[in-house]
């Protein structure tokens, strides 16, 4: 059995006594990956320690098994499932576990405690259950990373906050990030439905060529190879993003709303294995996912804190030998949201319509020189020490490339003299420029094709290493060529299509 740590301790305690002070429909805030459902066996073996008989409800049918093995690694063995043909259905036992599909479609089990999973996830019929006078001496626990949901406080009456992201970041339970963030993509006439920018709408601004392209180039520029997952805007983009990377070479899977729990599973094996680099979804990878996300690519605008926290939060999980977690962010987000991190609420939402939210937190700005999204209110850039002066700056800015968004006055890394930085790896520029003369050869590029690249990551001729040795060509290197290769090709597509033809969609 799991030890509970000192958030999910401090979280229990903190619902004890506010069952104890007359709350029936509590919940708990614990960010993703803070081990919701460890805290939830601790207070089914409680409930059950009493002779309470308990239901725990999870959003989605992927997730009974999950919730199944977690439960039993913590001793709870006297377990049924509500879900047919499921070789675990019981209804004699005390603790139950369903989605809430099944549940509302069923005879309700007669419980004196229900734990709800994800509850911002709200299903009216399964409210309407909960309200019911028959259900009035349960106790209700709602647990989700992102209790924000429009009306939660109409069915829902304390909110716990124990911990947020920057608190278990700060002690080492979830990974640190970096973000990286493109130039603004042009969301001109996308309009807004029920709160989110409007789907067709917004896949046409997003699908495409140049976009998808340079959601690939990038990856290979700054994904460092990472187990990656990309979050789409729909299916026909999700299925774009999948095909430009296969085409690319690089293997990677797919999975949306149709994809059977069969065919997730061998996706996910071949993603841990590391058959597959990426996984492109789309709306289907936001909760439950407890996979090891080193790098996630979002390329889905959302005008949503839950959606964009819940994705963001399938990459902040720890993992041995995992630094921190790479967010590449091609929707903007950042500039509607700011960092995960700043993202807080105090109190249930009960539906009274507000005013137009103000933001506490000011933007990162970019620096004009390097590009590097420093933190607000920093008057001089961690990266370069550029330090803004009074009057217009005439630095231009590449298009389609990433700046990194940081928290904190930490600098980035450059490479010592001598060296050049390709990705995290830093190589000495002889081995450097050998790699380029091999790739040079064994591609027959024309004469002077590996000094340009030279120059181009260097910013000077490699005129002392014209007799270097060749070298085997690393992952990093080749994953910047291949960025340069797709970048250079849509530059060329672009320049022959006639004017107002640029940024047509597929």
């Not at 690939?216 to 983009?237: C, I, K, N, Q, Y």
């Not at 839950?306 to 399938?314: A, F, N, S």
């Not at 720890?318 to 903007?332: F, R, S, T, V």
Request: with cysteine.
């Amino acid at each position: 059995m799991r030890s509970l740590r000192p958030h999910q301790s401090h979280a229990l305690d903190r619902l004890l006594r506010s069952v104890a002070s007359g709350k029936r429909r509590p919940v708990v805030q614990l960010p993703t990956g803070a081990g919701k459902t460890i805290l939830a066996g601790e207070i089914i073996r409680r409930a059950r320690a009493k002779g309470n008989r308990a239901l725990f409800v999870v959003p989605a049918l992927s997730l009974i098994d999950q919730t199944v093995e977690s439960f039993w690694r913590d001793d709870i063995r006297e377990i049924g499932v509500i879900q047919a043909d499921h070789p675990m259905t019981n209804p004699d036992r005390p603790v139950q576990i369903a989605s809430v599909q099944s549940l509302i479609r069923r005879p309700k089990p007669d419980v004196k405690l229900v734990i709800v999973d994800e509850c911002h996830v709200m299903n009216r019929a399964f409210l309407e259950w909960l309200a019911d006078p028959s259900m009035r001496d349960v106790i209700v626990v709602g647990l989700s990373a992102t209790p924000w949901a429009q009306g939660m406080g109409k069915h829902y009456d304390d909110l716990i906050i124990c911990s947020t992201i920057r608190d278990l970041i700060e002690a080492k339970y979830l990974s640190p990030f970096r973000v990286f963030a493109p130039a603004h993509p042009d969301l001109t006439g996308v309009g807004t439905v029920a709160g989110d920018f409007q789907k067709g709408q917004l896949e046409a601004a997003m699908n495409k060529s140049v976009l998808v392209a340079d959601i690939v180039s990038t990856w290979f520029r700054m994904g460092e190879g990472r187990p990656t997952l990309a979050f789409g805007v729909d299916r026909a983009h999700a299925k774009h993003i999948q095909a430009q990377f296969e085409a690319s070479g690089i293997p990677c899977g797919y999975v949306d709303a149709y994809t059977t729990m069969d065919e997730r599973k061998v996706v996910r094996d071949k993603f841990h294995r590391g058959e597959y680099k990426i996984v492109s979804n789309v709306g289907c990878l936001t909760t439950g996912t407890d996979w090891d996300v080193r790098c996630i690519i979002d390329a889905r605008p959302t005008k949503s804190e839950i959606l964009l926290t819940q994705i963001y939060g399938r990459g902040l999980r720890i993992a041995e030998g995992k630094d921190d977690l790479i967010i590449l962010d091609h929707a903007d987000n950042y500039t509607r949201h700011g960092f995960v991190t700043d993202i807080f609420h105090d109190k249930l939402d009960d539906g009274t319509p507000k005013p137009p939210k103000k933001r506490s937190q000011p933007l990162p700005k970019e620096c004009p020189k390097c590009s590097y999204l420093r933190p607000p209110k920093l008057a001089q850039c961690p990266n370069c020490g550029f330090k803004a002066e009074a009057g217009p700056s005439t630095v231009e800015t590449a298009e389609g490339s990433l700046s990194e968004v940081v928290r904190g006055t930490g600098s980035k890394a450059t490479a010592p003299k001598g060296h050049v930085r390709i990705g995290k790896a830093v190589i000495h520029l002889a081995d450097f420029y050998g790699m380029l003369k091999k790739r040079c050869r064994e591609r027959n590029y024309r004469e002077g094709w590996a000094a340009n690249q030279y120059k181009e990551a260097v910013g000077t001729w490699p005129n002392k290493y014209r007799d270097v040795p060749e070298k085997p060509v690393s992952w990093e290197v080749d994953c910047w060529l291949k960025a340069n290769l797709i970048r250079h090709a849509h530059a060329r597509k672009t320049q022959k299509q006639p004017a107002g033809e640029a940024h047509a969609g597929t």
